[in-house]
């Protein structure tokens, strides 16, 4: 039987992010309740909190409402992804020189495979403790580290010794690591498959552990097989490195120039839906919209807008794209090509629409 390679993966996890950027550029907001998020008068939500925040049981997905009313003398902030990313490439530039395969979760949150790459350093834990350095005199962030043989574990390791922490799980001791912990801490078991392994009388990865494989391909299909292992501290999946998209476009070359604003705005909103179509697909929000015109004469020009708040709505790109196209001399001469671009991608899980309505 051949014997899979040992791996060595580390989950690198900045320590609230986003509030943590706040507190490091504005020193009167250090050791404070901090919260990054929607209008707290408003339906906003909390997307970060810092750790004084959640001392108060404060933590993010909450009612940024909420939130004021368990903690009084918090300090709400609106989000400022530009920032943020900008931040996520310096400290993603730092991790690039340790390794080359870097799978990218969020802005804050990568799996690093350094089975390949131990160098000079020799171990993963070297790695992971050099990692934390420099983020830290470079940056002046902290980032917690999970070492394991797998992402299943490293992942799980990196969260255990929140803020600031390095937890480091040799391949032998992956068992015994998982063993004590609730089902639900394993990779892709939500509220539904915790509930049917809850009706099986199983709530910690001990207890899956005991259970039969021929039982959870019963109840769970291929996906059984999967929870086993699992169970085991056993993980195949790879750290996928992929490039990190920059930005989306689209443009059109038209076989008659066109003459009128109203078709051109037609256009750039067909435009601006096909662009919105490919950030959903990816699960991507732009900050910056562009566009793109060219006249007879080839002169080509672009013009832009950087949002408060990333969007990935088609509406938001057209209504932009209109008001660029009339900073251009669209309307006095031919157009022979037009693009609308999102760029300034950062990630579009963070539900926008509710962490930003305004009421
Ligand atoms: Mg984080």
């Known amino acids: 039987m051949p014997v899979a390679p040992l791996r060595r993966i580390l989950h690198c996890d900045m320590d609230c992010f986003f509030a943590a950027v706040h507190m490091r550029d504005d020193p009167g907001l250090r050791g404070k309740p901090v919260v990054v998020g929607g209008d707290p008068s408003g339906r906003g939500v909390v997307a970060a909190a810092s750790y004084e925040a959640r001392k108060y049981g404060i933590h993010s997905a909450m009612p940024a409402a909420q939130a004021r009313r368990q903690c009084p003398h918090t300090i709400f902030l609106r989000p400022d992804f530009s920032r943020y990313r900008r931040e996520s490439e310096k400290i993603f530039a730092i991790y690039r020189q340790f390794t080359p395969l870097i799978q990218t979760l969020s802005l804050d949150e990568a799996y690093l495979d350094v089975s390949e790459h131990l160098g000079d350093f020799g171990s993963a834990t070297a790695i992971a403790e050099e990692i934390r350095r420099r983020v830290r005199s470079e940056r002046r962030l902290t980032v917690s580290v999970g070492v394991g043989p797998n992402k299943l574990v490293a992942k799980i390791a990196s969260d255990v010794d929140k803020p600031d922490g390095l937890t480091v799980v040799r391949p032998s001791e992956a068992e015994a690591f998982l063993a004590p912990l609730p089902v639900r801490r394993l990779y892709g078991i939500g509220p539904a498959t915790e509930k049917t392994l809850g009706e099986l009388a199983i709530t910690t990865v001990a207890e899956l552990r005991t ?29 996928r490195a992929h490039q990190v998209r920059k930005s989306l476009s689209t443009e059109r070359t038209f076989e008659e120039n066109l003459r ?76 022979r090509l037009l693009g609308v671009g999102a760029s300034n991608l950062v990630p579009g899980d963070l539900g926008q629409r509710a962490l930003f309505e305004e009421t």
């Open 211 to 239: 259970t039969s494989l021929d039982l959870l391909l019963d109840r769970f299909g291929s996906w059984g097989r999967t929870l086993w292992e699992h169970s085991r501290g056993i993980d195949h999946r790879p750290v």
């Open 260 to 335: 009128d604003l109203d078709s051109m705005d037609n256009i750039l909103e067909s435009m601006a839906d096909e662009v919105a179509r490919g950030l959903e697909k990816r699960r991507l929000a732009a900050c910056t919209v562009t566009i793109k015109v060219r006249y007879p004469d080839f002169t080509t020009l672009t013009r832009s807008h950087t949002l408060p708040v990333p969007t990935s709505e088609a509406a938001t790109i057209a209504t932009i794209a209109h008001e660029l196209l009339r900073r251009t001399d669209a309307a006095r001469r031919l157009v």
